[in-house]
């Protein structure tokens, strides 16, 4: 009789132990102030338990269980949905380019330094997804990485006559495009715009990429996909389901893009008002953002484009002291020599040898101040934005991984974008963007456990942000200072695996 009683306590306890809710990877933050867009405020002094990964209760009572793998004290701190950047480039080495790219080819050490830190770096500043709208070759570096922001990529549809693959003159830098698309030719043939998108889906990529780009400044020297080409793109990408991304900055390209149905533009619009082919452009400024508006296209600002061209011409622009946190200290020591001063020399020489304050005021006075006026006039119309900001943008290497984002929505808030726009522009807009809204982009039962713990309310001041206390990544507790690149602690991070 006693021996039955003693064996069912130990099938109850087994049954306890075995319940996913009891698990051991469970966790308990108590006493937390949520901070999430679906809220219409801050949800003050609730505890909230994680366990496989994912938000299992949300409760302003007491969570009690038999037993929890780890218990955080939450008082005073603010759970935040981590932040998703879906506009960033992994391949591309900041000061280098893409790694199929010359410089990068010729520095291929401190290319996988980096590599290595990249994904560390992004969490540092709490950017938990990704979404890389070209991908080139380099992105498998960054998901077999044992700890790394959940990554989702667009693949880029181009021809060999249009922008990006025409801008491409060695052959190694052309293979970085998997994607070459034949016009005018059937739906059947191999490298037709539909077999083409069959081929992508596939591969498991999540939005497709074009570009209407015809060239810098004000030339106008490339061709564009055709109308036809681009017709048929965006029939098949609707029945993959999958969205269909535009690069332009420019009105004209803007036009073109907003014409062929895109559902994204990943680029602010800064180039208007100041070329000489405007003129042929009917529409004005504000004709184009009311249709971009009517048509519901997302608009990611991207202004750490800008910005990382204008910071480059500064005096001492390698010695940010934010980047001793994020990048390799052996390709900050690259960064001062005089082969690291390429691309600088390139915008020297486009900018037919003005004063390096001068090209810099271009880029961060005039060019960003355009950017800015476009954010004013979507913030007046209430527009939702997407956070996103072409990480690293260019070769220059004021861009660094993580603190690129988190600077991209210091810029918003620069530009008077709202805090609580910045903070649905960074989780739930482009989660339902880009169609995982289901699993992230805010607070709530049964989404995906990649949040951050802030020292400071993001609703107050889009420091916050960079004041993290601790990330969560799929239910994991890390702190902050274990990303960072100067430390020995992500050694260790390196030898976990996941
Ligand atoms: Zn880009």
Same mark, same amino acid.
């Given at each position: 009789? $006693?021996r ?17 809710v009891?698990a051991q990877?469970s966790?308990l933050i108590e006493?937390?102030?949520i901070?999430?867009s679906?809220l219409?405020m801050p949800?003050?002094?609730?505890n909230v338990l994680?366990s496989e990964?994912r938000i299992k ?6 969570? &009690? ?8 004290d939450?008082?005073?701190l603010?759970?935040?949905?981590g932040?998703?950047?879906s506009?960033v480039?992994?391949s591309s080495v900041?000061?280098?380019?893409f790694?199929v790219e010359?410089?990068?080819q010729?520095?291929?050490?401190l290319?996988?330094k ?6 560390y ?6 950017v ?5 709208p ?7 570096k960054?998901t !077999?990485?044992?700890v790394h922001?959940d990554?989702?990529?667009?693949e ?6 249009t922008?990006?693959?025409v ?10 495009f998997?994607y070459? &698309?034949e016009e005018?030719?059937?739906d059947t043939?191999v490298?037709?715009p539909?077999?083409?998108i069959e ?7 999540s939005?497709?990429k074009?570009?209407?780009?015809d060239g ?7 061709p564009?996909?055709?109308?036809d080409?681009l017709?048929r793109?965006? $029939?098949?990408?609707l029945q993959?389901?999958l969205?269909?991304v535009a690069?332009?900055?420019?009105l004209d390209?803007?036009q073109?893009?907003?014409?062929a149905d895109?559902d994204v533009i990943a680029h602010?619009?800064?180039?208007w008002g100041?070329? !000489?082919r405007?003129t042929?452009?009917?529409k004005?400024m ?6 971009l ?6 608009y ?5 484009v ?10 001492n622009?390698h010695?940010?002291? $934010?980047f001793s946190?994020v ?6 020591e690259w960064?001062?020599q005089? !082969?690291?001063q390429?691309?600088?020399? $390139?915008?020297r ?6 004063p390096d304050e001068?090209i810099?005021?271009i880029?961060?006075?005039d060019?960003?101040g355009k950017?800015?006026k476009?954010?004013?006039?979507l913030t007046?119309a209430g527009y ?10 260019s ?6 991984p993580?603190?690129t984002?988190f600077l991209?929505?210091?810029a ?7 805090? &609580?726009a910045i ?13 995982i809204?289901?699993?992230?982009g805010?607070?709530e039962?049964?989404k &995906?456990?990649?949040?951050?713990l802030?020292k400071q ?6 420091d916050?942000? !960079?004041?993290?206390?601790q ?9 902050r200072?274990?990303f960072?690149?100067d430390t020995m602690?992500?050694?260790a991070l ?5």
């Amino acid at each position: 009789m $006693e021996r039955k009683i003693v064996r069912s306590y130990i099938i109850i306890i087994v049954l306890i132990l075995s319940h996913p809710v009891f698990a051991q990877d469970s966790l308990l933050i108590e006493n937390v102030t949520i901070v999430s867009s679906h809220l219409q405020m801050p949800l003050k002094n609730v505890n909230v338990l994680i366990s496989e990964g994912r938000i299992k209760e949300i409760s302003s009572s007491k969570i &009690v269980l038999p037993s929890v793998g780890k218990i955080l004290d939450g008082q005073e701190l603010y759970l935040a949905p981590g932040i998703m950047d879906s506009h960033v480039h992994v391949s591309s080495v900041p000061g280098m380019g893409f790694g199929v790219e010359p410089v990068a080819q010729r520095n291929g050490t401190l290319s996988e330094k980096y590599y290595r830190q990249q994904p560390y770096s992004f969490l540092y500043y709490g950017v938990t997804q990704v979404l890389d709208p070209n991908p080139g070759l380099q992105w498998p570096k960054f998901t !077999s990485s044992p700890v790394h922001p959940d990554y989702y990529r667009c693949e880029v549809i181009t021809s060999i006559d249009t922008f990006p693959m025409v801008e491409k003159t060695d052959p190694l830098s052309k293979t970085m495009f998997s994607y070459i &698309v034949e016009e005018g030719v059937a739906d059947t043939t191999v490298n037709s715009p539909e077999q083409i998108i069959e081929r992508i889906s596939a591969s498991g990529a999540s939005c497709i990429k074009v570009y209407f780009e015809d060239g810098y400044g004000d030339e106008s020297q490339w061709p564009l996909l055709s109308d036809d080409t681009l017709k048929r793109i965006r $029939e098949s990408a609707l029945q993959h389901k999958l969205p269909l991304v535009a690069h332009a900055n420019a009105l004209d390209m803007y036009q073109r893009a907003i014409d062929a149905d895109v559902d994204v533009i990943a680029h602010g619009l800064w180039n208007w008002g100041e070329f !000489s082919r405007e003129t042929e452009v009917s529409k004005t400024m504000h004709g184009v953002l009311n249709q971009l508006m009517n048509k519901s296209i997302g608009y990611m600002p991207t202004q750490r484009v800008i910005a990382g061209l204008g910071e480059l011409m500064l005096h001492n622009s390698h010695g940010v002291p $934010e980047f001793s946190k994020v990048t390799p200290k052996e390709l900050l020591e690259w960064y001062k020599q005089p !082969s690291a001063q390429w691309f600088k020399e $390139e915008l020297r020489a486009g900018f037919d040898g003005l004063p390096d304050e001068v090209i810099a005021r271009i880029f961060l006075k005039d060019r960003m101040g355009k950017g800015d006026k476009i954010l004013q006039t979507l913030t007046e119309a209430g527009y939702p934005l997407l956070l996103g900001s072409d990480f690293p943008g260019s070769p220059s290497f004021s861009n660094q991984p993580g603190l690129t984002t988190f600077l991209e929505m210091k810029a918003m808030a620069d530009a008077g974008v709202s805090l &609580v726009a910045i903070l649905a522009a960074a989780t739930s807009n482009n989660a339902r963007q880009f169609n995982i809204d289901k699993d992230y982009g805010t607070v709530e039962v049964g989404k &995906v456990a990649n949040l951050l713990l802030l020292k400071q309310n993001p609703l107050t001041t889009v420091d916050a942000w !960079s004041n993290i206390h601790q990330v969560i990544l799929h239910g994991e507790v890390f702190n902050r200072a274990d990303f960072a690149a100067d430390t020995m602690a992500n050694k260790a991070l390196q030898r976990t695996s996941r």
